[in-house]
């Protein structure tokens, strides 16, 4: 089993394979040159080297949506999808303008298109947000994806869809994905915060006494 949190040494990094786990990564040579196979693929070579230039390029200089543009641009990518959640519909409509400027074809789809209502999944009003599932539209991630397949853009961009939802959404894309940004509403949207405050302030809610409590069993599917 590979740990390459507990390897402290990460030999990989500095081109020193002396100073690794015994059970590295790295040293399973079957995986490693499939891997390299793989990125001779057109595609993934082309993504691999547009990712590889985009991080030289603006290395601690460009944010996030700098990168993703430039990124784009040096791909080749044209007709853009935006999965977003409307619960950042205004941000949605910045970077559809933003990318626009840059010369992009933006299709943007919402999270509730569809407007299928949640007793659809058969929860009932007690697990609705607001308390009335048959009135309350679902995210539907995976009509996102289909959608956007339909109108065939050349790559997606996800912003803010839930834990979850994101992950139907990027089961069901054809095109290729990266995420601008994603759900956290307790924090802003920075879900790295929690995780640098988790030996101080959120240590007992990452750590409680009882593990169970971080737990829900209000499913069928954790039984």
Not at 79 to 102: D, R
Not at 175 to 180: F, K, M, R, S
Not at 212 to 217: A, E, G, I, V, Y
């Amino acid at each position: 089993m590979y740990n390459c949190t507990k390897c402290f040494q990460r030999g990989c990094t500095k081109q020193n394979m002396e100073k690794t786990l015994p059970e590295c990564p790295s040293k399973n040579a079957p995986i490693q040159e499939q891997a390299k196979a793989l990125y001779q693929e057109e595609e993934n070579h082309k993504i691999a080297v547009c990712a590889a230039l985009t991080e030289a390029g603006g290395y601690c200089k460009d944010t996030r949506l700098i990168e993703i543009i430039k990124f784009l641009h040096r791909g080749g990518y044209h007709k853009i999808g935006l999965a977003f959640c409307t619960g950042l519909f205004k941000e949605a409509q910045e970077v559809t303008n933003i990318l626009e400027y840059n010369g992009f074809e933006v299709v943007s789809i919402i999270c509730k298109n569809g407007a299928i209502t949640k007793d659809f999944l058969g929860l009932t009003d007690a697990q609705a947000v607001r308390g009335n599932c048959k009135t309350e539209s679902m995210c539907n991630p995976i009509g996102q994806a289909l959608l956007l397949n339909e109108a065939k853009t050349d790559f997606n961009l996800i912003l803010g869809l839930c834990v979850g939802h994101d992950t139907l959404f990027i089961k069901y894309s054809e095109a290729p994905i990266t995420a601008l940004a994603v759900k956290d509403r307790v924090t802003g949207h920075n879900p790295l915060a929690p995780v640098y405050l988790a030996q101080g302030y959120y240590k007992s809610k990452f750590y409680p006494e009882n593990p169970d409590d971080l737990n829900p069993k209000d499913t069928e599917y954790n039984q």
